[in-house]
């Protein structure tokens, strides 16, 4: 076979760093990160979960911000 | 009760139902790609509406007021894996936009037809992802149409408000096609913002005098605080189900989400929609805290799912409640309408038109057949009967459609991934998801969904290691497509 059928990977630092921002990002809203804010407790009179639930949704929108920033350009094509 | 909700919900509909035709303002839609994809042209804002309202179905205004009354903050979940799917889609969306533009695919099934080089495979994920969009369409339109029968006091039977409600879709559908979806779910969805926020602030000021929602959240803390943790006041949401859940949520790559990626005019307007994406879903904590207000409001409800609106019923002016009816059935509506756009969409392109050699246009003509025929063969007939488990179908449904997850790695990730391969782990974990849907049930606590994974995903990378890959050049043809920096 003329070309290897490998595992497709990034190919450049930025990539790498996207890849890697997103994976931390998934990982924060399930077990067992999520166990360490399983407590009855309220935050700026939220339940500690929930204001998690939107830190995620705040650190999703941050990973996206930063990944357009450094492998999304050239999109608009 | 009087007749004002129920004016303004059918003022919602009368609504809807013109924003839905004038979409089709200077475009014919005989051509295929203009009625199932709306020519490619969508815009970052339509498409951050269209997604976003696409992605809030009955539930938030109804199911997760519902968990939030029976089970307290598992309902999140939603909000994290909704969040999740804008990282999908911003990380595979423009891909499947490439593939779409540069290949001409209008559905799932057609990049998956033209990735194995396999018509059978094609219309196989066509036909079986038609059991969960079927079931979502069905569970939407059943949702619809209690809000009318509610509101209208009983005046309005389930059978009729079910017609009604599927004949204003088709009629716009049919019409103007991808393009009433986004125009009409830019305008639900901007709907429901309003209506949740204001229902939500109204509520919490109502039942503790203060417009902040930790007054709510302070009562439970004092009184019920298994409601503020996992697993919930019901006990049934543990740490592995919250997580396979979300997982299994996020990987199931329903076949509308497709089409609406296609829609987009550029991969860098459906990036940047993405992006923002996440930020829609503060449309659900309004509506979860008067799922809360509930517990203390309405202790003796028999079905949770109903404390939204038995709160606006019950005790808030005529003209929100009207508002909150208006805001339920444009969640529902707005959820159901691509669902069956793109049932009928893939069944002429995926099944028919391979077998048949039909043309682009007489495709579309089909299409446009098939939807009156879905709905009034299928949608009508079974939400009528509002049979007991629907659940129970869907859930299988969404469990196959996580099971199509090797044809995706072998798309995005995997070239040596045989269309043999895809086959084998499709329906091993096809057999598991059933299995442990029906008879079994979720083993240790973990979605069958998962399950099915643990064993399809083995099987896929074993089969596809023995026997032959798909020739060199799609593989070649896809990557330059999807890569085209890379590649050049």
């Known amino acids: 076979m003329k070309k290897p059928l490998a595992l497709m990977r990034p190919s450049t630092r930025g990539g790498w760093l996207c890849v890697g921002l ?40 941050l990973a996206m911000v930063i990944g357009n920033r450094i492998c999304g350009r050239g999109d608009d094509d | 009760m009087t007749e004002t909700p129920f004016l303004i919900t059918v003022g919602y509909l009368i609504v809807a139902l013109g924003i839905g035709l004038y979409a089709r303002h200077g475009h014919s839609m005989a051509r295929l790609e203009q009625w199932a994809v ?16 696409g992605s809030i179905s009955a539930y938030t205004f109804m199911g997760a007021p519902g968990w939030a009354y029976s089970k307290g903050v598992p309902v999140f979940y939603v909000v994290v894996y909704l969040s999740y799917l804008a990282l999908v889609a911003w990380y595979v969306g423009p891909k499947v936009w490439r593939l779409g533009n540069a290949f001409g695919h209008v559905t799932q099934a057609s990049a998956i037809r033209d990735r194995y080089q396999s018509a059978g495979l ?57 393009r009433a979806i986004g125009l009409t779910n830019a305008f639900q969805g901007g709907l429901m913002l ?44 543990s740490f592995s189900f919250w997580t396979t859940a979300i ?28 992006t923002w994406l996440p930020s829609y879903y503060v449309i659900i904590l309004p509506m979860v805290v008067v799922g809360f207000i ?57 099944v ?15 299409a446009r057949g098939l939807l009156i025929v879905i709905m009034a063969g299928i949608v009508a007939p079974v939400a009528i009967t509002e049979p007991s488990n629907l659940v129970m179908i869907l859930l299988v449904g969404l469990g196959f459609a996580a099971q199509v997850v090797p044809a995706f790695i072998g798309m995005f990730l995997w070239p040596r991934a045989s269309t043999v391969g ?65 590649s050049h």
């Not at chain 2, 498409?47 to 309202?53: H, N, P, Q, S």
């Not at chain 2, 019950?314 to 508002?323: D, E, R």
């Open chain 1, 22 to 61: 997103f994976l931390l990002v998934i990982v924060s809203g399930l077990w067992p990160v999520v166990a360490w804010v399983n407590r009855p407790v309220l935050v700026a009179g939220l339940p500690l979960l929930a204001v998690w639930a939107y830190v995620i949704v705040g650190a999703s929108t």
């Open chain 2, 294 to 350: 509930g517990v203390w409001a309405l202790p003796e409800l028999s079905r949770a799912d109903t404390v939204a609106l038995e709160l606006a019923l019950t005790s808030m002016p005529v003209w929100l409640a009207g508002l909150l009816g208006a805001g339920t059935l444009a969640a529902a509506m707005s959820s159901c309408e691509p669902f069956l756009h793109s049932t009928a969409l893939t069944w002429a392109n995926d």
């Open chain 2, 194 to 237: 309003i209506v949740a926020w204001w229902v939500g602030l109204w509520a919490t000021h109502q039942f503790t005098g203060s417009w902040q929602f930790g007054a709510v959240f302070e009562r439970f803390q004092r009184e019920r605080p298994e409601y503020l943790t996992l697993p919930g006041a019901d006990g049934s949401m």
């Open chain 2, 122 to 178: 094609g219309a196989l994920a066509a036909l079986v992802m038609s059991i969960g969009t079927l079931s979502y369409a069905v569970l939407q339109t059943i949702g619809a149409a209690y809000i009318l029968n509610v509101f209208s006091g009983g005046a309005l039977p389930v059978s009729a408000a079910v017609w009604l409600v599927l004949g204003v879709m088709a009629i716009y559908l049919v019409v103007s096609g991808q």
């Open chain 2, 422 to 486: 895809v086959y084998a782990g499709l329906l091993s974990g096809f057999v598991v998801t059933l299995l442990f849907t029906v008879i079994w049930r979720n083993p240790l606590d973990i979605h069958a969904g998962f399950w099915g994974l643990l064993l399809n995903l083995p099987v896929f990378v074993w089969v596809s290691l023995r026997t032959p890959p798909v020739a060199e050049e799609v593989i070649d043809r896809f990557e330059w497509a999807m890569n085209p920096r890379r």
């Open chain 2, 247 to 274: 997982v299994v949520s996020m990987i199931s790559f329903m076949p509308p989400v497709w089409v609406q990626w296609m829609s987009a005019k550029s991969a860098g307007a459906l990036r940047r929609s993405a």
């Open chain 2, 352 to 366: 028919v038109k391979p077998m048949t050699g039909l043309s682009d246009d007489a495709t579309a003509r089909l």
């Open chain 2, 38 to 53: 709306a020519g490619r042209s969508m815009g970052s804002v339509t498409l951050y509406l269209l997604i976003g309202a």
